[in-house]
């Protein structure tokens, strides 16, 4: 019997480091407006902000705030432009939004606290595709729905295998809880 359950702690130790190199692969985080974090206090200079990352497929986009005094509302570039927050694409409010980025182009959120965007609390995400093809306008990006049939351009491979990181990520992640729970 302590044989079996020393087995089983081998295991849960090789899942785990399974499981931190495959979160290592899925994609970098970054914090929008790292320390000051998403607000209006001390103008933080989010287009600077943003100009200093290099984003990517599979990055991961956290906005901390507290949601009593702001949101996250995804708008179109013309929206984004004007500081209207009647029409988001979406709109998170829990404070410790985290948002994937599955496609290439402009990602572009406000907060819709009025008075809020037009102080600032705007940024673009940029995310420029490494074959340097031109993207063709800001159309807002797809639900992130699995599609069987291969897409043409190069966004779908690199999209799909991140998820399947992703997925094997969490599948090991639950599997650990599971062993963890018998030992
Ligand atoms: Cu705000």
């Not at 994609?27 to 290099?54: C, F, L, P, R």
């Not at 009593?68 to 995804?74: I, R, Y």
């Not at 572009?108 to 093809?133: E, M, W, Y």
């Not at 599948?171 to 018998?182: R, T």
Request: proline share 7%.
């Amino acid at each position: 019997m302590a044989f079996a359950a020393g087995n089983y702690r081998v295991l849960a130790v090789v899942l785990l480091v399974l499981s931190a190199s495959f979160q290592v692969s899925v994609g970098a985080v970054y914090k929008v407006g790292d320390s000051a974090g998403w607000t209006t206090i001390g103008n933080v200079d989010y287009k600077q902000w943003a100009a200093t990352k290099n984003f990517r497929v599979g990055d991961v986009i956290l906005f901390v705030y507290n949601p009593q005094f702001h949101n996250v509302m995804q708008v179109t570039h013309t929206e984004y432009q004007a500081c209207n927050a009647s029409s988001p694409i979406a709109t998170h409010t829990t404070g410790n939004d985290t948002i994937t980025i599955t496609t290439h182009g402009h990602h572009l959120f406000l907060c819709g606290v009025p008075g809020h965007c037009q102080s600032g609390q705007k940024v673009d995400i940029n995310v420029i595709r490494t074959a340097l093809a031109p993207t063709p306008s800001a159309t807002p990006s797809p639900p992130p729905v699995q599609t069987p049939a291969p897409a043409p351009n190069a966004a779908s491979p690199l999209y799909n295998s991140n998820r399947l990181v992703r997925d094997l990520g969490t599948a090991i992640a639950v599997a650990m809880n599971i062993l963890c729970g018998f030992i």
